[in-house]
């Protein structure tokens, strides 16, 4: 006898959703790292050169005092930070005014700006580091064709998720690459208000962040952003096609509530004409059947989307009762339509720079600040299991990674050198 399994809640998949949305964030920390090993041998002269909106307000220079770099770097973060919102506002503004059309042509041009131009320096670096023979022709229509393919993938076109996902994942190495030629103190502000300001603009109200997501939500649409989603987890057990995870299984559950709604509908209005002596058994029986099918799509949908929150449901309480649903509230970055954890391109960006920052100095400070950065993540992804909305995947790894990496710099390292010098060994 066929029974239906329970389905799988968040909890039960969390390890995989750890694992697969990790992996991703590994890797861009470590090609950032190997790219700063290569290119930053000197590190100082370098951050010296790169003039941006980052260091608009105060250049850095290894003369300034200690309270003259300070109040610099606070300035740098506090116009940076500035910028982000008001440009996240204007966002905002675009998609309530459903310019989609152009938030997805600048989402592609800047994809295209930061792979050919950003991502066509730092090969020439490598190329001259490490002698590469290539011809100028040769190396343009390369480099543009990478970058073309990058825009179609991300933004323009279906692809393999595979594809999407390695171009999201270059784009944040070449972004977070070019973010490590900061100046020191001003990169560790800039790190420091960027996890408070997406812990404002996620949970607040007024959060520009919130009100995109929210706006999105309630009009059944995808947000024109760069957002890594990792491949959802479906009850492979369950039977549904096979396990083929569909791409907006939340909407077709919508859907699915509104026919079983209908349904329900015409089942009142057949059971009055019953009462009326006007259905004979024939409609009784097709009454019944609608009945069912309604059910079994409805239970088809819970099964093969485990992972979405299931506070859309109709209940039925009796005959003559009224229907009652709740409308299904995906909140942002976390759990997306697909059912799959989306985490945000910036969130692997500032990662980055924290693990390139730390490989300036040494390794093992990088394998700390790696180690509280995944601690970190893993503890916003708990959270995210269990309040089940929208949360900032900065605040909690950048303050583990800033402690660690200064706790390492300034008491670990102390203490190896120490042990290693007198010969004492754990």
């Not at 204007?90 to 459903?98: A, H, N």
Request: hydrophobic share 50%; charged share 15%.
């Amino acid at each position: 006898m066929a029974q239906i399994q329970r389905p799988k809640s968040f909890l039960d998949s969390l390890g995989e959703e750890i694992i697969r949305i990790i992996t991703p964030v590994s890797i861009c920390m470590f090609i950032v790292v190997i790219l700063v090993s290569i290119l930053n041998t000197d590190s100082s002269s370098a951050s010296t050169t790169i003039n941006n909106i980052a260091t608009m307000a105060y250049a850095e220079t290894t003369s300034d005092s200690f309270w003259d770099k300070l109040k610099g770097a606070l300035l740098n973060s506090l116009v940076f930070v500035a910028i982000v919102t008001v440009v996240t506002f204007v966002l905002v503004l675009l998609f309530y005014l459903r310019c989609t059309q152009f938030l997805k042509l600048y989402m592609g041009f800047s994809s295209f700006i930061v792979l050919g131009f950003m991502g066509g320096e730092i090969a020439l670096f490598l190329i001259r580091d490490f002698s590469v023979p290539i011809d100028c022709f040769t190396f343009l229509v390369v480099l543009f064709n990478f970058a073309a393919v990058g825009v179609l993938a991300v933004f323009m076109s279906k692809m393999a998720i595979f594809v999407t996902q390695a171009y999201l994942v270059v784009i944040g190495v070449l972004v977070a690459y070019w973010f490590t030629l900061l100046p020191e103190w001003t990169t560790w502000a800039l790190l420091v208000a960027m996890a408070l300001y997406d812990l404002a603009a996620v949970l607040l109200p007024v959060g520009p962040l919130r009100l995109l997501v929210e706006l999105a939500i309630s009009r059944d649409e995808d947000i024109p952003a760069l957002v890594y989603e990792a491949r959802p987890v479906t009850n492979h057990h369950s039977g549904s096609r096979d396990g083929v995870a569909q791409r907006r299984l939340w909407r077709e559950r919508r859907n699915v509530g509104n026919d079983s709604e209908e349904n329900l509908n015409s089942e009142s209005s057949l059971d009055s004409n019953l009462t009326n002596g006007t259905v004979d058994g024939g409609h009784h029986t097709t009454r019944l059947a609608r009945a069912e099918e309604g059910q079994l799509l409805e239970r088809d949908a819970e099964l093969s989307a485990p992972l979405i929150d299931r506070r859309s449901s109709v209940q039925v309480h009796g005959q003559g009762d009224a229907v009652s649903s709740e409308s299904l509230l995906l909140e942002g970055i976390g759990l997306g339509s697909t059912g799959a954890i989306k985490l945000g391109l910036g969130d692997f960006i500032f990662y980055s720079v924290l693990v390139g920052r730390a490989a300036m100095y040494d390794f093992m400070t990088v394998y700390a600040c790696y180690l509280a950065i995944i601690a970190g993540l893993g503890i916003t992804l708990m959270l995210l299991a269990f309040y089940q909305k929208a949360l900032p995947a900065l605040p909690v790894s950048v303050a583990l990674g800033v402690l660690f990496y200064f706790l390492t710099r300034l008491l670990l390292e102390a203490f190896v050198v120490q042990c290693s010098l007198n010969l004492v060994m754990f």
